[in-house]
């Protein structure tokens, strides 16, 4: 791996992309990172090290990280009240987890973090044989979505009695005691509440982030890259390695044109991430044999605009996201979702475009077989001779492939 100079802070990459999984399919906008919210205000009323906080920030911010992908079909509810796809997403997100360049504790968090204090969880831990910050993450993520939640829909006042009642109830039962008193402790402070409001919450984790200045290189970004690879391509079968198959289209692509090797690993990372925002198309569009009504197209057009939004939210990953998100545009305008045209599309916006035209041509989706190289080559070679693409990196495209 060539070493380069790129620096991407981890708190900033890692909350985008919880962002991602908050507006997947059958999700809750913002749970994440209200969760970490919680997790973070109960571990510093705790006095905890900085290093568990930061580590506690993180796995709460992508604690649902195994809900996402090829358990997209259950709804948040489901996988709560069902005591094997619990375990299942549970042990899921610590694989997941296990490819990221985070501590390795990290992993136990995520894995652990639906243990019952008495032993009835899904793993048996009790007790202190689990994981404080599991402990942590377990009772922010129970109140977000049972508790905080209720209040906003009903557009009430938080009830504290009855939050008092619920975890007098779950008391050395579902939660260590002391988590308990602490959370009740910090519920007394208005601000809070306050910073736990849609509105607020970006801006207040922005503030309060834990470990600012910790970075990742290009080799670290690249990993979370291809771990979201997975995990998008793996929410439907019809898409099972297509991401995975554009960045390798991609890297032997800007390999063949002579790019830098820094920009062939910018390039492979924008295409791993392209279809981040099709977490949020529901299979059952993915996935549909016949045509799509006008509707279902709509959402299905939307997928690249929230790729874009995602990654933007990163410093430093501007070119990247750009090139990611502009995927489906085309040279004479015709594209979406910014109907942006050759005076503003990239060489490399172009390189993400053909690979990912290719890779769908020739895979198999509901509707029709994979198609041969020679027939994929010959439907490309139309499109650019009506201005959608490249003729001219398409015929470089072609020799790429005829090589392989």
């Known amino acids: 791996m060539t070493k380069t100079k790129l620096s991407i802070k981890l708190g900033q990459l890692i909350s985008s992309l919880s962002l991602a999984l908050d ?50 079909e259950y709804t948040v509810k489901e996988i709560h009240f ?38 009835d969880g899904v793993f048996g831990l009790k007790k202190d044989e689990i994981p404080l910050p ?7 993520d129970y109140f977000e979505l049972f508790f905080l ?3 906003e829909k009903l557009e009430g006042n938080p009830d504290i009695d009855t939050i008092k009642k619920w975890l007098d109830s779950s008391r050395d039962k579902n939660f260590k005691g002391e988590l308990c008193d602490v959370l009740l402790s910090i519920m007394e402070k208005e601000k809070f509440w306050l910073d736990l409001k849609f509105k607020n919450i970006r801006q207040v984790l922005d503030l309060i982030e834990p470990g600012k200045n910790t970075c990742i290189d290009m080799y670290g970004l690249k990993k979370i890259s291809e771990a ?29 044109l002579g790019y830098s090797p820094r920009m062939i690993e910018k390039l492979e990372i924008a295409a791993n991430l392209h279809d981040l925002g099709k977490l949020t198309v529901p299979n059952d569009i993915l ?48 594209g979406y979702p910014e109907k942006l045209n050759y005076e503003t599309l990239t ?37 650019a001779d009506n201005h959608y693409i490249s003729k001219e990196l ?7 492939v005829f090589s392989m």
């Not at 939307?302 to 939210?313: A, G, M, V």
């Open 82 to 119: 069902d005591n094997k796809l619990k375990k299942e997403h549970c042990e899921l997100g610590g694989d997941i987890v296990s490819k990221l360049p985070l501590d390795r504790e990290v992993i136990k968090y995520i894995t652990y973090h639906h243990e019952e204090w008495n032993g």
């Open 347 to 383: 060489r490399e916006d172009q390189i993400i475009a053909l690979a990912d035209i290719y890779q769908a041509l020739t895979e198999d989706r509901p509707y029709r077989k994979g198609m041969e190289a020679n027939r994929a080559i010959d439907i490309m070679l139309n499109m």
């Open 23 to 72: 507006i997947s399919e059958n999700r809750y906008f913002g749970h994440s990172r209200r969760t970490a919210y919680i997790a973070y205000s109960i571990a510093v009323e705790m006095g905890l090290s900085e290093k568990e906080i930061i580590d506690i920030y993180y796995g709460a911010l992508i604690h649902d990280i195994g809900m996402a992908g090829q358990m997209a």
């Open 228 to 256: 979201f690879s997975i995990i998008i391509d793996s929410k439907s079968p019809f898409t099972y390695r297509h991401s995975q198959g554009i960045s390798n289209l991609t890297r032997k692509f800007a390999i063949y």
């Open 134 to 140: 599991a402990q942590i993450i377990h009772i922010s």
């Open 394 to 400: 398409l015929l470089d495209f072609k020799q790429l």
């Open 287 to 334: 996935e549909k044999p016949g045509k799509l009504t006008k509707d279902e197209f709509r959402i299905i057009k939307s997928h690249p605009y929230y790729t874009k939004l995602i990654l933007k939210q990163v410093e430093g990953l501007e070119d990247i996201a750009e090139w990611a998100g502009n995927h489906h545009e085309k040279l004479n305008g015709k």
């Open 149 to 151: 939640r209720k209040f």
